[in-house]
């Protein structure tokens, strides 16, 4: 006989519990915050159900919710009234997102803020960096990113995550908050970050949407997997501390292969495109959404991820409990 009975460890909830090689944590997960500057009421975001944008006094109670679910991070994204040639509002020091972080840390000091380094949602052009003429100029865009990760950690980032997907950024930024005095808060680089349609939904959420263009200049051809890696191991050399790759679903064989490259923490994004596909077919009953979220996360760390950046975090984190 020649066939294997792989049944045998597939007959009882009991066994199949012994043999399961992953297991998705509610510390697993980073939940993405917005916050918008003026606003008077949480307001949804038509192409992510579930997912709001906050003013500063609704944010306590919704990090609260957070909190009491067990999430111990979570990422913040934030949308100013005034934005600019140079997104001037990303590093000022009454900007949206350092009034938010100061306002968390104060009430949640145990909670791990992450700042989100970007100019998209701060730009007039609605670009990552500073233009120079039509294009994006990479390396005045890194002295102005530094800049923003300094006020960031200045209002109390635990970790900075730069997504601008500029060429020298873990080193232009490690530099800054090195000699501003922030040796020890950490970057978590989105280091293979992939110009991908899965972003659609975020640039409503973040009102981030370019002005003209794409972003194909600067952020990578989902093609590409060598170029990925490459990317990846030059951010490690920068001085990343985590390793990012990002969207999650379609690249989880990058996620893999930068498993068996790196051993720095491994970060998946779940992205907004991600979600709301989900969303809507759960919406219509076309599938089970708590199965399928399971399921998906769950595939996110078998591919080799440690942490996951979902806006299914609350609801996961609700399952884990229930089920706990
Ligand atoms: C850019 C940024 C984006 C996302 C996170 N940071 C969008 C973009 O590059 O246009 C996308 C996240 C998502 O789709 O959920 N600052």
């Not at 111990?72 to 350092?98: H, M, N, R, W």
């Not at 145990?110 to 994006?136: P, R, Y």
């Not at 970057?187 to 975020?202: C, E, L, Q, V």
Request: glycine fraction near 8%.
């Amino acid at each position: 006989m020649v066939f294997f009975r792989h049944r045998r460890l597939r007959r009882t909830e009991g066994i199949r519990d012994l043999v399961r090689e992953t297991q998705l944590l509610t510390t697993d997960l980073i939940y993405p915050i917005f916050v918008k500057e003026g606003l008077e009421d949480k307001q949804e975001v038509a192409s992510m159900p579930g997912v709001y944008q906050f003013p500063l006094h609704q944010l306590v109670d919704e990090i609260a919710e957070v909190e009491k679910l067990g999430l111990k991070s979570i990422i913040l994204f934030g949308i100013p009234k005034e934005k600019d040639e140079i997104g001037s509002q990303a590093s000022c020091e009454t900007g949206i997102v350092q009034e938010a972080i100061r306002l968390i840390k104060e009430h949640f000091p145990q909670l791990v803020v992450i700042a989100d380094t970007c100019l998209c949602e701060f730009t007039s052009h609605g670009h990552c960096g500073l233009l120079k003429g039509q294009e994006v100029d990479n390396d005045t865009s890194l002295t102005r990113l530094a800049e923003v990760a300094i006020s960031q950690a200045r209002a109390g980032a635990d970790i900075i995550a730069p997504s601008n997907a500029m060429d020298g950024y873990v080193e232009a930024i490690r530099q800054g908050l090195d000699q501003a005095g922030f040796e020890d808060i950490p970057i978590m680089s989105y280091a293979i970050k992939f110009a991908s349609s899965f972003y659609g939904p975020f640039r409503d959420a973040g009102e981030s949407a370019p002005k003209f263009g794409n972003r194909k200049t600067y952020q990578m051809d989902p093609a590409n997997r060598l170029e990925a890696l490459r990317e990846a191991l030059s951010d490690e050399k920068e001085g990343a501390d985590f390793l990012m790759v990002k969207p999650g679903l379609a690249f989880l064989d990058i996620l893999r292969e930068l498993r068996q490259e790196t051993k720095l923490p491994l970060v998946a994004y779940n992205v907004s495109g991600e979600y709301a596909m989900i969303k809507a077919a759960a919406q219509n009953g076309w599938i089970d959404e708590k199965a399928v979220v399971l399921e998906t996360l769950t595939g996110f760390k078998r591919a080799g991820a440690d942490l996951i950046i979902t806006y299914f975090a609350k609801d996961v984190a609700y399952y884990l409990k229930e089920e706990g």
